[in-house]
């Protein structure tokens, strides 16, 4: 049952992971910034959410190319799922594009729990400039690119924070500060005691977003359901119908089962924030200085940290996968020795 999450990890924690993708450009450098979004192009949504290009006229919005296949991707939908539902009911949308057919994306989209939109059959780049996915494309109200870059970047959320307060109007503007502390509860209570229209729209779009994400979470099984639960009640907490999650939640561990999987990911769950540490830092440096600065760092810092991990945790079930990820991360550091 924990096979998903030690997947995400280790794909987060290999070099692979840190050459696919765009790590994240000064928004000076970056070939993207200014020009015109590309048109919203899919077959289909994958999500019960949907929109149309002129839905998104005048506000500000984020493209992201992902796929199924792509284990950094996995890795940045919680990311985007987290502040998409802090950011929507102030106006602001992201969007998840893949290539692949609504029939991949769709099972996909659900077990995730994302309740962006997540549109597939879409052709990418469309005169946008990327090594690999993920990528992400802020849009702001003027419908051109205002950042471009990787969606684990920092730099990117404190974009998409920048323009939904450009974006938001000032009756709003106190609940989204508030937004950006912890759980919707306080949120909620604020935008209630709130008059007008566009309070009301923020309320019914974290409600909906609330029951998507129960609905969702609903279908799941074992470890992956009771982390959904967990998930929600954390960023709902205080909002109606959030304490259903945690009712489920605790429900279930009077599971051994799940209970067992829990305690054997707390483990895990410490080493994806060192690893996501590293990379924050390797980022950084690459702007800094290099992306070759950053690369070395990044596979120098990982490896004490993963050998630490299996050392700690000889009888993990993960444990044979961080040894295995231990010897790639070799590999990649006596590559880079060879090419300099």
Same mark, same amino acid.
């Given at each position: 049952?924990?096979?998903?999450?030690?997947?995400?990890?280790?794909?987060?924690?290999?070099?692979?992971?840190?050459?696919?993708?765009?790590?994240?450009?000064?928004?000076?450098?970056?070939?993207?910034?200014?020009?015109?979004?590309?048109?919203?192009?899919?077959?289909?949504?994958? !999500?019960?959410?949907?929109?149309?290009?002129?839905?998104?006229?005048?506000?500000?919005?984020?493209?992201?190319?992902?796929? +199924?296949?792509?284990?950094?991707?996995?890795?940045?939908?919680?990311?985007?799922?987290?502040?998409s539902q802090r950011l929507e009911p102030f106006?602001?949308?992201? %969007?998840?594009?893949?290539?692949?057919?609504?029939?991949?994306?769709?099972?996909?989209?659900?077990?995730?729990?994302?309740?962006?939109?997540?549109?597939?059959?879409?052709?990418?780049?469309?005169?946008?400039?990327?090594?690999?996915?993920?990528?992400?494309?802020?849009?702001?109200?003027?419908?051109?690119?205002?950042?471009?870059?990787?969606?684990?970047?920092?730099?990117?959320?404190?974009?998409?924070?920048?323009?939904?307060?450009?974006?938001?109007?000032?009756?709003?503007?106190?609940?989204?500060?508030?937004?950006?502390?912890?759980?919707?509860?306080?949120?909620?209570?604020?935008?209630?005691? +709130?008059?007008?229209?566009?309070?009301?729209?923020?309320?019914?779009?974290?409600?909906?977003?609330?029951?998507?994400?129960?609905?969702?979470?609903?279908? %799941?099984?074992?470890?992956?359901?009771?982390?959904?639960?967990?998930?929600?009640?954390?960023?709902?907490?205080?909002?109606?119908?959030?304490?259903t999650a945690k009712e489920r939640m605790e429900?279930?561990?009077?599971?051994?089962?799940?209970?067992?999987?829990?305690?054997?990911?707390?483990?895990?769950?410490?080493?994806?924030?060192?690893?996501?540490?590293?990379?924050?830092?390797?980022?950084?440096?690459?702007?800094?200085?290099?992306?070759?600065?950053?690369?070395?760092?990044?596979?120098?810092?990982?490896?004490?940290?993963?050998?630490?991990?299996?050392?700690?945790?000889?009888?993990?079930?993960? !444990?044979?996968?961080?040894?295995?990820?231990?010897?790639?991360?070799?590999?990649?550091?006596? +590559?880079?020795?060879?090419?300099?």
């Amino acid at each position: 049952m924990i096979t998903t999450h030690a997947k995400t990890l280790l794909a987060a924690a290999t070099v692979s992971f840190f050459l696919s993708g765009s790590i994240g450009h000064a928004e000076g450098q970056n070939p993207n910034v200014g020009k015109d979004a590309p048109d919203l192009n899919v077959a289909g949504w994958a !999500t019960q959410k949907a929109l149309t290009q002129e839905t998104l006229n005048d506000r500000p919005y984020v493209l992201e190319f992902w796929a +199924t296949w792509c284990p950094p991707c996995r890795q940045s939908i919680p990311h985007l799922n987290d502040v998409s539902q802090r950011l929507e009911p102030f106006g602001l949308r992201v %969007l998840g594009l893949s290539d692949e057919s609504l029939d991949q994306v769709k099972p996909f989209a659900a077990q995730m729990g994302m309740v962006y939109y997540v549109g597939a059959g879409h052709k990418m780049q469309q005169g946008l400039e990327f090594r690999g996915i993920p990528f992400a494309a802020a849009v702001g109200t003027d419908g051109k690119v205002a950042w471009a870059g990787h969606p684990m970047d920092p730099v990117f959320e404190e974009k998409l924070w920048d323009l939904t307060r450009d974006y938001a109007p000032a009756s709003l503007q106190p609940a989204l500060d508030k937004a950006a502390e912890g759980s919707l509860g306080p949120v909620y209570a604020m935008l209630k005691t +709130t008059d007008g229209d566009d309070a009301e729209t923020a309320r019914k779009t974290i409600e909906t977003n609330l029951a998507l994400r129960l609905e969702l979470a609903d279908a %799941l099984e074992g470890l992956e359901k009771y982390n959904a639960f967990h998930d929600i009640y954390k960023l709902y907490d205080g909002v109606p119908g959030a304490n259903t999650a945690k009712e489920r939640m605790e429900a279930m561990l009077e599971d051994t089962d799940v209970m067992q999987a829990v305690e054997q990911q707390k483990p895990l769950q410490e080493l994806q924030a060192k690893v996501q540490d590293i990379r924050s830092k390797a980022m950084q440096l690459e702007e800094d200085e290099s992306r070759q600065a950053a690369m070395r760092y990044y596979a120098e810092a990982l490896l004490p940290v993963f050998k630490k991990f299996a050392a700690d945790h000889p009888d993990h079930p993960e !444990t044979t996968q961080i040894k295995q990820a231990v010897t790639q991360i070799e590999e990649q550091l006596k +590559t880079m020795q060879t090419s300099d």
